[in-house]
């Protein structure tokens, strides 16, 4: 088997390159830099109004990026996307990621759109969100659902032609921003925990919702580009008596833990997944080789040049589980634990990074931007503080084991397994 790339594909890699290079302007990167600005206490509410947007260089960006067919490569051309295979939307999503430009639709709800959409729906969001007129926050976690997502008790009762929502999510990263909410909700409360649950999606500016914002510590100081976990912020958001349109509904109603699985599974593909867990790998890899002096270097160090290297194989893996996802999935095959694999393996890598960075550097490598002698603007340091929510961003570790374990090796669950063994 070949891990490497075609000569097609390494040409694809030198042309995004030299885009980059020639496009990335001061302008681009003040406007990356303070993307995720505060808002005023007048914002704090629900609606458009004042919500912070895409400045005039990204804008500008993003049209010379479209222009080169570079945005929804993967996503049909009926949809506004490519047509394309998905080893060119890696090779191009991952070199615009390390310099914080997001062209990939990881994490948007697009996929589960894809796959569990009517046609109206795929026509009205994915175009969009592939030209960045949409984007969504993921309306999942909640103070008492959120390793277990399937305890959640946001309800949405059906009334006529709609739903009314009522209930609060926690930690919804974008709802500050984004333009819709791809909600899970308990519509049944007489079946199974997992049975009962429906997706919608519907605009952030519809009445009766109230978002709060959550102020991130990694944050605080301003986290440098590159920064694993950091947001500014994250948000409560809260509905009072939301009413929505049945045609909100993605999946048909109660099917929304099927649809929400598929779609989180799908999502975890990608060159920003990723790059989420190995980056770290990288930044002290080029801080060591650009900080060499003779006969004072810690890349000289053989415990540390031993551990580098053990760390270096480990990104390895999580390199060889993405492109074995993307494979299964461009082939068409039964894609089913493979993203979950990923979710345990990567986190928990980013994690053993991080640990092993901070003991190299030492006192210095824990000091945040700002400081007077942090490293490299502090990021090992802003590291340090978001590398373990890893482990439970999107799905905890646990879960994840979980679910290989019953999609991957056709184990029972934990509670079928009790009965058996009575």
Known sequence: ?????????????????????????????????????????????????????????????????????????????EYGGQGGDRISQYIVEEEFARVGIRVGLVGSGAPAILAAGTEEQKRDFIP???????SFALGFTEPHAGADLANLRCRAVRDGDEYVINGQKIYTTAAHVATHIYLMARTNTEVPKHDGIS??????????????????????????????????????????????????????????????????????????????????????VNWLKENRHEGNSLGDDPAIRDKIAEMWIEAQVC????????????????????????KVWAPEHGTRITEAITQMLGPYGQLMNGSPRTIEKGIFGHNVLGSFQSGINHGS????????????????????AQGARK
């Open 1 to 77: 088997m070949n891990f490497g790339f075609s000569p097609e594909q390494e040409a694809l890699r030198k042309e995004v390159l030299a885009f980059i290079k020639e496009n990335l302007t001061p302008g681009v990167i003040a406007e990356v830099e303070g993307e995720e600005q505060e808002v005023s206490a007048g914002e704090e509410s629900a609606g458009r109004k004042g919500l912070a947007r895409r400045g005039p260089h990204l804008s500008e960006l993003y049209r010379r990026i479209g222009a080169r067919g570079w945005l929804g490569i993967t996503y049909p051309k």
């Open 319 to 342: 390199r060889l589980m993405t492109m074995r996802s993307m494979s299964i999935v461009e082939r068409g095959g039964n894609f089913t634990y493979e993203g979950s694999a990923e």
């Open 128 to 134: 969009r969100l592939i030209s960045g007129e949409y």
């Open 397 to 416: 570790v646990q879960i994840m084991r979980d679910q290989v374990a019953r999609r991957g090796l056709g184990l029972p669950s934990q509670r079928k």
């Open 199 to 284: 997706i919608f999606i519907f605009p952030m500016d519809t009445a009766g919702i109230t978002v709060r914002p959550l102020v991130t510590i990694q944050n605080n100081p301003k986290a440098p580009v590159g920064t694993t976990y950091g947001a500014a912020r994250t948000n409560e958001v809260f509905f009072d008596n939301v009413r929505v349109p049945k045609s909100a509904l993605l999946g048909g109603e109660n099917k929304g833990w099927r649809v929400g699985s598929t779609g989180l599974n799908l999502d975890r593909v990608g060159a920003s997944r990723y790059l989420i867990s190995v980056r770290r790998d990288e930044d002290i």
